[in-house]
């Protein structure tokens, strides 16, 4: 996170049944509370999933 450019870069990762890395992402969004971070890196890590037939 920079505070001095009012950005933070969050990813987030899918795991298979046996914890192995399947995929994930990364991407930057302005600088927001935390509480907002998080739900929207989980709504991307269920868009990802459902674009790769992850169900």
């Known amino acids: 996170m920079s505070t001095s450019r009012q950005r ?3 990813g987030g990762t899918l ?3 046996n914890r192995g890395w ?3 992402f990364e991407m930057v969004t302005g600088m927001v ?3 907002q ?3 929207r890196v989980i709504l991307e890590d269920l ?3 459902w ?3 992850f169900r």
């Open 8 to 10: 933070a870069t969050v």
């Open 15 to 17: 795991r298979g049944p």
């Open 22 to 24: 399947l995929v994930g």
């Open 33 to 35: 509370d935390i509480c």
């Open 37 to 39: 971070i998080e739900p």
């Open 47 to 49: 868009k990802l999933a």
């Open 51 to 53: 674009m790769r037939d």
